[in-house]
């Protein structure tokens, strides 16, 4: 029998099948796993080359260029194999942008309509209120009641069962800080961390359009990568198995937050205001809402159950895992960045000119700290009283929680993307346009490690298990360092 290749259209000269069924040519689909970074194309499911299963096509169909050594004709019949090939790749992606972008228009119609909708039945409900109350009536029911759903989500605090059972989980870490910072014997030593060289490495979300990791989180435990992209798409990736776990859409405009809830759970936030939850052993999607504007960050409190979403607009919303918001809590500036503490019961968000700190507990402005620029960036330390903060100007900030003011400065020699202490709080690290480097905690002008030069610098950093790694990001790869 003959085949049909699912991606060109045309009888494949080397037809292999993927365990979906779909049939390919085999040069084309592995040239587009090496882009897309090991996902099939038609079903999005992670897929190697090794997973793929040859088929004898039949005598009928094409038969390769014979190879002559040397000769003319069999050379320039490669180079218009190799020509059609990229053509046809071309191609698929532009398809596969039209179909995402008709998906996207229809989506806008349908929420520009029912906003229309909404203010022509408000506009109703307006001009009905004024008249009854011209005429000495009372306002309609419906409004009232809209009015009064209006302003409760604002003034009402987090449930009492939620602040006990955080409060719970804050009481346990808060006791067990001490141990847990403590270094070990498997703890990286400063003089090590000097050492570390690019282990392994791999190209992940979209190859055309808008690319580049934009987010970046390792899981607790350190085993998994989750990274937020420019082309709106959510990756797990495990870097010991070189395998992306779990590809899914995040919203329709790039994601600006990932974080782990436990070891099986994913929170994201993206620029359109959309933050979504995967869980599960594939991490599929499980929940998803939106909020009043773009979201600059997403923390998972420690508790599991919830999680808390800053937005430009200046508002932090407290959700649970169903991404129901429980409650908001807003400032007349809005943010940048934010960070959970890691007890999780204070929440720290920066505007452009202040670093705001939450009392979560009572959903109140417990401090607002001077700052001299916008930041970037923002984390807090395990030892529960350091945090840091990255600008676009090329500084790192470090704040002390408890004089609520900056106590040092780290030049990070460009825009910084992303800060990160290590687990014991011994390591400040940073990432940015300048490169990726680290420094020791308390001696802040010790630099201890510096990672290779990127044309376009870094965009995400996290620290591995006892400091023995490093994953950082550049444009859309995301490598493994360790000595």
Request: aromatic residues 6%; negative net charge.
């Amino acid at each position: 029998m003959s085949f049909v290749c699912s991606i060109s259209g045309a009888p494949p000269l080397h037809p292999v099948a993927s365990p979906a069924g779909n049939v390919f040519e085999k040069k084309l689909l592995v040239s587009l796993l090496q882009m897309n970074g090991g996902v099939c194309p038609l079903t999005n499911a992670p897929l190697s080359e090794s997973d793929l299963l040859p088929l004898n096509a039949s005598a009928t169909a094409p038969s390769a260029p014979s190879s002559a050594s040397g000769a003319g004709f069999p050379a320039l019949l490669g180079t218009l194999q190799s020509e059609w090939d990229s053509l046809m790749l071309e191609t698929y992606q532009l398809r596969l942008s039209l179909e995402e972008t008709r998906a996207e228009l229809s989506q806008a119609l349908y929420q520009n309509d029912a906003a229309v909708r909404v203010i022509a039945r408000l506009t109703m409900e307006r001009d009905q209120a004024r008249a009854e109350l011209a005429a000495g009536g009372a306002a309609p029911k419906a409004a009232a009641a809209d009015d009064a759903m209006d302003t409760g989500d604002s003034s009402t605090g987090i449930p009492a069962a939620a602040v006990e059972e955080m409060v719970k989980t804050w009481s346990e870490l808060s006791g067990s800080r001490k141990k847990k910072i403590a270094p070990t014997d498997a703890h990286c030593p400063a003089a090590s961390l000097g050492n570390f060289k690019e282990a392994s490495k791999k190209s992940l979300h979209k190859a055309s359009g808008k690319t580049g990791v934009s987010a970046l989180a390792l899981s607790p435990s350190g085993a998994l990568v989750a990274t937020g992209g420019n082309d709106k798409q959510v990756v797990v990736f495990d870097p010991e198995a070189g395998k992306v776990l779990a590809t899914n859409a995040a919203g329709s405009k790039p994601v600006s937050s990932v974080s782990w809830s436990g070891e099986a759970a994913i929170i994201s936030g993206g620029a359109g205001g959309e933050v979504n939850v995967f869980a599960g052993a594939d991490f599929s999607p499980a929940a998803s809402a939106t909020l009043s504007s773009a979201v600059v960050d997403v923390s998972a409190q420690p508790t599991g159950s919830y999680f808390f979403a800053a937005t430009a607009g200046g508002e932090v919303a407290f959700c649970d895992m169903e991404a129901t918001t429980i409650s908001t809590f807003a400032d007349d500036a809005g943010y940048l960045c934010a960070a959970l503490h890691p007890d999780g019961l204070i929440y720290a968000a920066c505007s452009k000119d202040a670093v705001k700190i939450w009392d979560v507990k009572t959903s109140t402005l417990a401090a607002s700290i001077p700052a001299t620029s916008a930041a970037t960036c923002v984390s807090f330390s395990e030892n529960g009283y350091h945090f840091a903060s990255g600008d676009a100007d090329g500084s790192v900030t470090v704040w002390d929680l408890r004089k609520q003011k900056a106590i040092a400065t780290v030049a990070a020699g460009g825009a910084v993307a992303q800060v990160a202490f290590d687990g014991c709080g011994k390591y400040l690290g940073y990432a940015g346009a300048g490169g990726a480097g680290a420094v020791v905690v308390k001696e802040w002008g010790t630099e201890v490690m510096k990672l290779d030069a990127k044309k376009k610098g870094y965009s995400g950093f996290a620290w591995g298990k006892d400091a023995r790694s490093v994953v950082a990001a550049s444009e859309r790869v995301v490598a493994v360092y360790s000595e």
